[in-house]
C-alpha cells in the first residue's frame, strides 16, 4: 500500500498568512521530513525576503 503524501503550509508568524505550500510523501521517515522542511523554509524565506525565523510551517489537515 502506497502511504499519503503529507502537505504543509509555510507561514510569515508577522502577519500570519500563507505564504508557500509543499507536499512530500507520505513513506519518509521523521527526521528526513524535518531536514526537508527546513531546506524548503530557507528556499521561501530567501524568495520572499524575510528572516528565516520569521517562518514557521505547519501540517494541513484535511
Known amino acids: 500500500m502506497k502511504a499519503a503524501e503529507k502537505?504543509?503550509?509555510f507561514i510569515n508568524s508577522?502577519?500570519?498568512y500563507i505564504?508557500?505550500?509543499y507536499t512530500l510523501k507520505g513513506d519518509l521517515k521523521e527526521t528526513?521530513?524535518?531536514v526537508?522542511?527546513?531546506k524548503v523554509?530557507?528556499?521561501v524565506a530567501t524568495k520572499?525576503?524575510?528572516f528565516l525565523d520569521t517562518i514557521y510551517w505547519e501540517e494541513e489537515k484535511e
Open 36 to 38: 526537508e522542511l527546513e
Open 32 to 34: 528526513d521530513v524535518k
Open 14 to 16: 508577522q502577519t500570519g
Open 48 to 50: 520572499n525576503a524575510i
Open 19 to 21: 505564504i508557500y505550500h
Open 41 to 43: 523554509k530557507a528556499v
Open 7 to 9: 502537505h504543509y503550509k
